[in-house]
């Protein structure tokens, strides 16, 4: 089983409000990861977790979050939002030899 | 650091015709390389991936790449489009951070179009 799940599909939320995406995998991976995607553009790496430890943060504003409860999980806990934030957020999981398995995505809209 | 090139933001191929997008890395050490898809409103999908095995590789849909060292290449082809195939493809290098971190630096990716 090749699959990353990510919930929810669609968030809409205020600039004051406090929200949650989760991602799980059951591959076994050690690293995983968040990244932003901006329509028309390549995904761009926000964190990277390993063995549950925070290993890279790629200079992402405090209003982003992250959280690895367990091996299987991923968080990204969401506060106080920009309209400019607006974007699809992609969970991946690697494996052996940086493969990335990507879930489908949430796609958020800051009001 | 390692980054790649992907040649042409918009390639338009009829159907039947052969699909050749192309991408060219840069990395001081040898690479692992992939190939995503992405359909409209949805996440990446592995297409296929070169790990210093066999210089061809064959992924799923009937793509396949060739990792040519000396022209620093991994061009995907597909011999025959189908209309299915119309999404947008990036190419990504790994670079091993540390432990098992691996960091996707990916293209700006190629937009397939395929007309009937």
């Known amino acids: 089983d090749t699959e990353v799940t990510q919930t929810p599909k669609h968030l809409v939320m205020g600039m004051t409000n406090k929200k949650s995406l989760k991602c799980e995998q059951h591959?076994?991976?050690?690293?995983m990861y968040w990244y932003k995607q901006k329509a028309k553009k390549p995904p761009e790496l926000m964190f990277v977790?390993?063995?549950?430890?925070?290993?890279i943060n790629e200079s992402v504003p405090s209003r982003f979050s992250p959280e690895c409860p367990n091996s299987s999980l991923l968080n990204l806990h969401l506060h106080a939002l920009q309209p400019e934030d607006s974007a699809l957020y992609l969970c991946a999981s690697s494996g052996e030899q940086g493969v990335g398995y990507f879930g489908p995505g949430t796609r958020l809209l800051v009001l | 650091a390692q980054s790649v090139t992907q040649l042409g933001s918009h390639v338009s191929v009829s159907e039947g015709a052969l699909v050749l997008l192309r991408c060219n890395y840069s990395?001081?050490?040898?690479?692992?390389l992939f190939w995503y898809v992405q359909y409209p409103n949805q996440g990446l999908q592995l297409l296929l991936k070169y790990t210093s095995a066999a210089t061809l590789v064959k992924g799923i849909n009937g793509f396949e790449a060739e990792f040519k060292k000396s022209e620093t290449s991994f061009h995907l082809t597909k011999p025959s489009a189908h209309m299915s195939d119309a999404a947008e493809y990036f190419c990504a290098v790994s670079d091993r951070s540390g432990g098992s971190n691996y960091k996707l630096t990916f293209g700006k990716g190629t937009l397939l179009t395929v007309n009937p």
């Open positions: 977790y390993s063995y549950e430890k925070l290993s």
């Open positions: 591959m076994g991976h050690r690293a």
């Open positions: 990395s001081s050490v040898p690479p692992y």
